[in-house]
Nanobody
């Protein structure tokens, strides 16, 4: 599966952004999907995940209540709605597919999209 993320940009603290990830391949609807991020000088970290059906979602503690992951299997797209953004949310955000159930490590990575939150 190939993943193409978009929607990053510059936003002020307290603002919102929505990231999109378009996937190719007929097996998209069978994969758990997720978003990760990597801030400058830090390791890549899990942000949010969603089951193949969309019925189950899970989040890192740092974004719970502010970010929402969703998917549209008919259009092979997964989204990350980010509200109440903070400067510490600044990072390159990566879309990922086929997350391991134990450690969330994915089988497939997309390219990143940069999110910059100014204070």
């Amino acid at each position: 599966v190939r993943l193409q993320a978009s929607g990053g940009g510059l936003v002020q603290a307290g603002g919102s952004l929505r990231l999109s990830c378009a996937a190719s391949g007929r097996t998209f609807s069978s994969y758990t999907m997720g978003w990760f991020r990597q801030a400058p000088g830090k390791e890549r970290e899990f942000v949010a995940g969603i089951s193949w059906s969309g019925a189950a979602t899970y989040y890192a503690g740092s974004v719970k209540g502010r970010f929402t992951i969703a998917r549209d299997n008919a259009n092979n797209t997964v989204y990350l709605q980010m509200n109440s953004l903070k400067p510490e949310d600044t990072a390159v955000y990566y879309c990922a597919a086929d997350l391991n159930a134990s450690n969330y490590y994915p089988s497939y990575w997309g390219q990143g999209t940069l999110v910059t939150v100014s204070s």
